[in-house]
């Protein structure tokens, strides 16, 4: 936690620098040197160590602007950081963990020079804290002064995982790369459950069951993927308890709506790419093996990594730029065969079965489908209709095909399913080699009329006789990806975020519009037991949209007087949110009542700060207290986050609660002056005499969300 870092420093008379050099300099002892790539103790200097690189690794990461889209903190992109760590490359597949012939950092040391890199690497500066004695004579810090505290990392947002509090679905480009990650083991595991067929959550059984129930073209579309989605989610908390289905929100500005062939595509998680410790298996794989210059090439595309949005972007790099030209379209061409087993293996979120924004003749969506991407006008005019059967589908009786199961629903699932460039009807099957310049694929030929209606049958996918997922399946050369038909969809991870955007997008429709139901509430959802009146509050499944969100962590060991947040930076993306909250979370009972007064970009505010005519106010919660209690011992303590099993009785009175204060007005003054990139948050705990209370206030953490 930020305090006890803090106390920490304060105890400590030299500057934050100099305690970082003494650790590194103990861990690399004081006789043994090692030239790290003819580095040195880059650690000698401030400056050294910023400039420092072993082996092209940059040991302090370059500055960026913060921001929830932001993929880490600075340190944790920091080669020093990873090496302390045993984090890949210094995990011993590439380097031994840092440093080299010397003893490991210990944890809390590596986390002293992480906030350090994070504060800046300040080259001198002194943490003071002011001290006072207890009645034992004993020097201890004033808990109630201390400020600044900072975003934590995505281990310590535990207020996610609390009975009865809504888990955050995030924007999937807001999220940071170790957020990612945990999102791609999740795949992973249900995906190597394919091992299993007889395992329902296994990736197949869950592509059947789309395949086999879905709903689309009437007031059951929106409902059913709705449970579709979480039953899927459910069965990836399976194997990590944490994991939510991000959204794909594709109407930000990065994949350029209204010319999107030269956008984004799909967002960078879901793109191809390697990763360095796969590398060794690819290279031998490989025949020719890649000559060292080629080695060295396809070694540079994984540091910095490089991302690519389609199969055919990918092998042309490989070919032009990487210089193995061993490689042609054919399914059964080995080297092929070893790079999709390498971009498979090092991301399991991308899917060789798809080819986004790729259409027959090299056209683009209008021309070739004559269907035009979906905007954010278009996603504002569907979401201005006032009645469920033209947003969402007619009944049984009133055969009706919703707005948004047409457009954006069905244009997503052609744009990232696409038309396969390699594909060439029979007799040939795939192109002879790669199309790597500006030259249009070609068009299908001029067939006889029979021949012509089997290959437009063909671009709906073939399913009879193919195993999906089977590695043999993840080779074949189809005329159009996956997403391209309903029958095999499901089986693109790219799937999942689509439909929960358009279940977002649901969501916010009906907070505009909260009696506009189907009609009838009581269909049941196959092959679940749910009807569509279950699916109609997602707060019963537990989770709510979020575009960006900020937890900072204070933890209840402890009362505050003042919450005072250090500066969360915020770009371009985050401003498009829709509503500002500061939550205040998992708060027990407290004994007296309070006011809770917040400011924005105003941290030196205390009780007599103005709040009328004042910018900066953003608002106030009133908690009423408990008062004494009365009971015998036990009495008041917090009850168990969960009752015992059998205990049916209403929950407690005293457990903690979340406090919820829209500050939306105030940020937007804040940031509508385009010199203010951040935003700090002032909460001061008043009493009913108006005067600043200093030990009453406990709560877990603080939080800033951005929503949609």
Request: glycine share 6%; proline share 8%; with cysteine.
């Amino acid at each position: 936690m930020a305090r006890k870092a803090t106390m920490k420093a304060a105890r400590d008379d030299a500057s934050r620098y100099q305690r970082v050099k003494a650790i590194l300099d103990k861990a690399a002892g004081a006789v043994k040197k090692t030239d790290y790539d003819g580095a040195g103790r880059f650690w000698d200097g401030v400056t050294t160590l910023k400039a420092a690189r072993v082996f092209s690794i940059a040991m302090i990461a370059p500055e960026q602007q913060a921001s929830c889209c932001d993929p880490e903190p600075r340190s944790v992109r920091s080669g020093l950081i990873k090496g302390l760590r045993g984090q890949t490359p210094f995990d011993g597949s590439r380097f031994p963990p840092l440093p080299w012939g010397g003893t490991r950092v210990a944890d809390a040391d590596i986390a002293f020079i992480a906030d350090w890199i994070d504060d800046g690497l300040p080259a001198d500066d002194t943490a003071s804290i002011p001290l006072e004695t207890d009645t034992s004579g004993m020097l201890r810090a004033q808990v109630i002064d201390l400020a600044e505290f900072e975003v934590g990392n995505s281990d310590a947002r535990r207020y996610a995982y609390r009975e009865g509090e809504p888990r955050q679905r995030q924007n999937l480009d807001c999220m940071r790369d170790d957020e990612v990650d945990r999102l791609r083991e999740a795949f992973r595991a249900i995906l190597d459950l394919d091992d299993h067929e007889d395992d329902r959550r296994n990736f197949n059984n869950q592509a059947l069951i789309h395949q086999n129930h879905c709903q689309h073209g009437w007031e059951r579309f929106l409902p059913w993927h709705r449970a579709y989605v979480y039953e899927f989610e459910q069965n990836l908390q399976d194997f990590r308890k944490d994991i939510m289905v991000p959204y794909w929100d594709w109407t930000m500005p990065k994949y350029k709506p209204h010319k999107p062939q030269d956008g984004c595509i799909i967002p960078e998680s879901f793109q191809a790419f390697l990763r360095a410790e796969f590398l060794d298996k690819l290279f031998q794989a490989l025949d020719p093996a890649p000559t060292p210059a080629q080695a060295k090439a396809f070694r540079a595309m994984t540091e910095p990594r490089m991302h690519f949005p389609t199969q055919t972007a990918f092998f042309c790099h490989v070919i032009a730029k990487v210089g193995y030209t061993n490689v042609t379209p054919d399914p059964a061409n080995p080297n092929r065969k070893a790079l999709i087993d390498a971009l498979l293996a090092s991301n399991s979120l991308w899917y060789p079965l798809r080819y986004p924004a790729q259409y027959d003749g090299g056209k683009t969506i209008n021309q070739r489908i004559h269907y035009h991407y979906p905007t954010a006008d278009d996603i504002e005019q569907i979401l201005s209709l006032n009645n469920f059967r033209d947003f969402g589908g007619g009944n049984v009786y009133n055969a009706s095909f919703g707005f948004i199961d047409q457009n954006p629903h069905n244009t997503m699932h052609i744009w990232t399913g696409g038309q396969n460039p390699d594909y060439r009807p029979p007799p040939q099957s795939f192109a002879p080699n790669y199309v790597c310049d500006d030259t249009p694929a070609p068009t299908n030929p001029d067939l006889p009329g029979g021949q012509r209606l089997a290959v437009r049958r063909n671009l709906v996918v073939t399913v009879k006789d193919r195993k999906f997922h089977s590695r043999k399946d993840m080779y074949t050369q189809p005329q159009a990806g996956d997403m391209f038909s309903n029958l095999t969809a499901s089986y693109d991870p790219v799937f999942w975020p689509v439909h929960v955007n358009v279940d977002r997008l649901w969501w916010e429709w009906q907070t505009r519009n909260p009696t506009g139901v189907p009609y009838d509430l009581d269909s049941v959802l196959s092959p679940w037991s749910y009807t569509i009146r279950d699916m109609l509050d997602i707060s019963r499944f537990g989770y709510e949209y979020v575009r960006c969100s900020f937890f900072m962590p204070v933890g209840m060991e402890a009362p505050i007087a003042r919450f005072v947040s250090k500066p969360i930076k915020i770009n371009e993306k985050a401003r498009q949110f829709r509503k500002a909250e500061i939550r205040m979370h998992w708060v027990p009972q407290l004994v007296r009542s309070c006011f809770v007064r917040a400011f924005i970009n105003q941290p030196g505010a205390d009780a007599s700060t103005a709040i009328h005519d004042n910018p900066h106010y953003a608002g106030y919660l009133a908690i009423f207290g408990h008062g004494d209690c009365y009971g015998g011992p036990g009495h008041c303590d917090l009850p168990p986050p969960r009752s015992r099993p059998f205990d049916e009785r209403p929950r407690s009175h005293n457990t903690p609660r979340n406090h919820r204060l829209d500050v939306t007005k105030a940020v937007r003054r804040m940031l509508d002056d385009r010199k203010t990139s951040e935003l700090q948050i002032t909460l001061l705990v008043i009493g009913v005499d108006y005067r600043e209370e200093k030990d009453l206030l406990r709560l877990e953490g603080v939080s800033l969300n951005l929503l949609d």
